[in-house]
Each structure stands twice: as C-alpha cells, then as structure tokens.
C-alpha cells in the first residue's frame, strides 16, 4: 500500500488537532425502548477513536444518530462547529463519510463504478451537463475517475478495478466499501464492523489501512467487536454498555477498567486465552459475532 491519497482539507486541520464532531446528550428512543442514553462524544482532528459494547448496546443507532439515518430524540451532533442536518446527503457533503455493517455495495456495477457513486458529492457538474455533455463535463469525469483510480490504488484494488463488485472476496467487497466512502473526501470516517467476518491476515490489513487513512488527515471513528484491532488502532476508546456510555479512555485505561470487564469484556484483555498464533483472543461475545457472520458468507 505505497500510493498516497492527496487530501484535500484536512491536513491542516488534523495539525491543529481541533474538534471535528461533537455529539451532546445524543437520546434515541423506539417507542418505549432507549437505545441511546444520554451520550456525548468527541472526535478530535487526527484521532481514531473507537466504539464498543455488548450486542444491541446501541452502538450502530449512535452512528445513525450521527450520520443523519435517525433524528436523535434528544441532543445535538456538530461537524465543525455546526450542527448537522439529519439528512444523510447533507451529512456526507459535510464532511463525515460511513460504511455499514453488512456491506452496501452495487453488486452488479464494477469496482471502479462503485467508488465513482461515491463522488458524486463531490462533482458540481449538474444535470444539465450531464445531459449535454460539454467540455466541462468531460473534464469532471476525467478527473473524478482519476481520483477514483488514486482510491483504489491507496486501498489495494486497482488491479480489480473492472472486475463486479459481487465478484469480490469478502474482505475485499468491505475495502471497496472504504474506498467508496473515501471517494466523498470526508474529514471523519465511520466504520461499523470493518472487520467483521474477516480472517485475521484481512483484518491486520484492514488495521493498517485504517492507519493510513488517519496518515492522510482523516479523522475515524469505528465500532468493532474484536477487542485485539481496537486496543491496537485507537488513541481512544467509549464503552456504550446498555445505551449508556459507561466508561471513555485510552486503550489502556479501557481495558483495564473493572466495570468494562464486568458489562462487556468478561476478563482481563491480557488475560485472555491465546489464538493458535499466541496473541490473545478476542472475547467470547466478538468470537460468537465472527462465527456467525463468517456463516453468512
Ligand atoms: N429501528 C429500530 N427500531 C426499534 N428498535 C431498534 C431499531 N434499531 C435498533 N433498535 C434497538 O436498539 C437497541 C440497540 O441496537 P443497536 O443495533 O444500535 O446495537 P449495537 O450496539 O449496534 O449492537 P451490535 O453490536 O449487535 O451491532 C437494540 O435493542 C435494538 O433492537
């Protein structure tokens, strides 16, 4: 993974290290059901930043409260100092692009097509252009498939660029995923579940593209259930446990905390039974998650 992705605003930012989303008091009620309590959350420029809990403790409704999928019930989310509009499109235009956990890809377009889907924030030609076909247009398209290319090339997939997306490996279809989110030139990316299902060769890439995006300038924010890739990637880590955040803190702060071990983790991270290779397993909660959408494939 050699190529760089050029950046467009947020170098400067991530140098400053100011806040890029902040989310207050954020509820979500379905009906009598709370799925989110009360959280705040920031993400500062330059920051991963990761999002934990148990099984339906609220974390992808959080997300969606972000992103503009759900109105929260209660509370504010600001990007940049302003808040959002609860509409996803005006979100993604902001500057916060997000993958899903089961993968949203258009299974019969290419690769290449995938990812230019995910310009199309980006591109000011219109329709009228479109329909014309002018010099104007030729030019926005040139330049958003280069682009598209550039994106590709930093995520490993150049070579699949013709290729359908259905036709991709599985780890592959959740890099085409990044990719596509990516193309939308965010400040902050959301990632839900990016490794999941993945073998453990995948998701140390999976880590390490994820690094490399913070390199670029953009800000992550990622919930996952395998404890191993997120005590490794994040500078900082929220545990939502019944839609409540019970505890935020480093890596090492998190796991180590009585209360994190109690409600979520089960044990001790480090104290956890080795893998086959000797580094520790992730918990009985991620392992059961794994398997089951490993079945899925
Ligand atoms: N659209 C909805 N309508 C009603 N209840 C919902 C809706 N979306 C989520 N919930 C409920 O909200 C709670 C939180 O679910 P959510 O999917 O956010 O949890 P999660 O932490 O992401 O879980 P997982 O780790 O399994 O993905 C659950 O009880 C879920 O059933």
Same mark, same amino acid.
């Given at each position: 993974m050699t190529t760089t992705i050029p950046q467009q605003p947020t170098p400067a930012d991530a140098a400053a290290g100011g806040t890029l989303l902040q989310a207050r008091g954020v509820i979500m009620r379905f009906g009598g059901l709370t799925?989110?309590?009360?959280v705040d959350l920031t993400v500062n420029s330059g920051e991963i930043v990761g999002l934990i809990g148990p099984n339906g403790a609220g974390k992808t409704t959080f997300f969606n409260c972000l992103t503009g999928l759900y109105v929260p019930t209660e509370g504010t989310v600001s990007y940049r100092g302003t808040v959002l509009p609860p509409k996803p499109h005006l979100v993604t235009k902001a500057g916060i692009a997000r993958t899903f956990q089961n993968i949203r890809l258009f299974?019969? $377009? %290419?690769v290449l097509e995938n990812v230019l889907v995910g310009r199309h924030t980006r591109t000011r030609e219109g329709l009228f252009s479109a329909i014309v076909r002018g010099p104007g247009f030729h030019k926005a398209e040139r330049a958003s498939r280069e682009r598209a290319m550039e994106l590709l090339a930093f995520t490993g997939l150049a070579d699949k660029a013709e290729h359908l997306a259905r036709n991709l490996p599985y780890g592959e279809q959740r890099k085409l995923e990044i990719a596509r989110a990516l193309a939308s030139e965010p400040g902050l990316l959301l990632l839900d579940e990016? %490794?999941?299902? $993945?073998n453990p060769q995948e998701t140390r890439a999976t880590e390490e593209l994820v690094f490399a995006i913070r390199d670029q300038g953009i800000a992550v924010l990622v919930i996952e259930h395998d404890m191993r890739f997120i005590f490794n990637l994040c500078d900082r880590v929220a545990v939502l446990v019944q839609g409540e955040k019970l505890v935020e803190g480093t890596s090492e702060v998190v796991q180590n905390d009585e209360r994190v071990i109690a409600a979520y983790l089960g044990e001790p991270f480090e104290g956890a039974p080795a893998d086959e290779d000797g580094t520790p397993a992730a918990t009985a909660d991620d392992a059961s998650t794994t398997s089951e959408q490993e079945n899925d494939r």
């Open positions: 799925a989110v309590r009360n299974a019969n $377009m %290419t990016p %490794t999941a299902g $993945m």
